[in-house]
């Protein structure tokens, strides 16, 4: 039986035209403050990896340390409150969508609920009820780090979603290339170019037309894909290890992670879609000696290793 509790108040026909609406007004009014970037692209292994560099954080570190005075040692949470001035819809009764206040991607949205949750509570039918409801309105790349080794920088549950193409010039997501090759055992594959534990599954782009209907099935998938890499929950539905998820309207990946970073690269669930961002050049000389995917190894678990996955490693 289909679960229909929750209310839906997104109307996914009129997502796009307010996210670009309040684009232009959170720009003018400086509380969007986008960081700006160059990228080029690194083939490594049948993925063209696109890789982002930052020209400024001023904007980022100056805003922090306001934040840091501000909250006086306390624990600082932008989403309760959130900025007004970020607002970008009312989703449910449970989830409200707003922008990344320091985007690096154009229209890089957060989807946030409501009352605190700890990001590393597993996703519920209420998040995927958001996610699908955002993706209705939006063909893009919803994703979620599951917790700080993850590359989570906030606790309270955010999920986020990304436009695509990430660019103009590459009209698909980098690892696509990759996923025709999925392995399927019944309804969960591994993709043979991944040389890290992981899971897939497919998705019905048809669920966009029933976003309740879709959280339920997506639900499943998501706790069958996060038992197949060995994770699920421990005491309270905390996650068991930490993890990205990667979802489409076509697909769903889950990666297991044994660490944050590689060096001082940090990794969040972009990275497995073939998306890496670097602060500096001498971060750009690293990922380019070593290579983009031996970094995503190297952050997950690879196959034969033997770093277990720990518990609680959030």
Same mark, same amino acid.
């Given at each position: ?9 997104? +109307?996914?026909? %009129? ?11 959170? $720009? /003018? ?13 690194? @083939? ?11 020209? /400024? ?8 340390? +306001?934040?840091?005075? +501000? ?8 989403? $309760? ?18 922008? /990344? ?8 949205? $957060?989807?946030? %609920? *409501?009352?605190?949750? &700890?990001? &590393?509570?597993?996703? #519920?039918?209420?998040?995927? #009820? ?5 993706? !209705? ?32 010039? !590459? ?13 399927? @055992?019944?309804? =969960? ?25 879709? !959280? &339920? ?20 539905? *905390? ?17 297991? *992670? ?22 500096? &050049?001498?971060?750009?000389? =690293? ?13 997950? =678990? ?9 518990? /609680?490693?959030?």
């Amino acid at each position: 039986m289909t679960r229909t509790e929750g209310k839906i108040l997104l +109307k996914p026909d %009129t997502l796009w035209e307010q996210v670009k609406k309040q684009t232009e007004y959170a $720009l /003018n009014c400086g509380a969007l403050l986008s960081i700006p970037t160059e990228f080029e692209f690194f @083939e490594q292994d049948g993925v063209d990896f696109l890789v982002r560099i930052l020209s /400024n954080l001023n904007r980022k570190n100056a805003d922090k340390k +306001k934040r840091e005075k +501000k909250s006086a040692g306390k624990e600082f949470n932008p989403f $309760l409150p959130y900025e007004q001035d970020l607002f970008v819809a009312d989703i449910s009764d449970t989830h409200v969508c707003i922008f /990344n206040k320091f985007n690096v991607v154009d229209y890089h949205l $957060l989807i946030i %609920t *409501r009352d605190f949750e &700890e990001q &590393e509570k597993l996703l #519920t039918f209420a998040d995927f #009820t958001a996610m699908w409801a955002c993706l !209705a309105g939006i063909d893009g790349l919803a994703f979620y780090n599951g917790g700080k080794l993850a590359g989570a920088s906030q606790r309270h549950k955010h999920l986020q979603l990304v436009p695509l193409p990430f660019t103009a010039s !590459a009209p698909q997501i980098p690892i696509a290339p990759l996923l025709a090759s999925a392995k399927f @055992e019944e309804s =969960i594959a591994t993709i043979p170019g991944l040389p890290f534990v992981h899971a897939f599954a497919s998705l019905q782009p048809a669920w966009v037309d029933s976003p309740l209907m879709g !959280a &339920e099935v997506t639900l499943e998938i998501y706790h069958k894909l996060l038992r197949a890499v060995g994770l699920g929950a421990v005491d309270d539905d *905390r996650q068991s290890g930490a993890y990205n998820l990667l979802a489409t309207r076509e697909w769903m990946l889950i990666v297991p *992670r044994s660490q944050e970073h590689f060096q001082s690269i940090s990794v969040n669930s972009l990275g497995f879609a073939g998306a890496l961002l670097v602060k500096n &050049e001498s971060e750009m000389q =690293i990922l380019k000696q070593h290579g983009p995917m031996t970094i995503l190894k190297e952050v997950a =678990i690879a196959y034969g290793g033997t770093q277990p996955i720990a518990v /609680n490693s959030y």
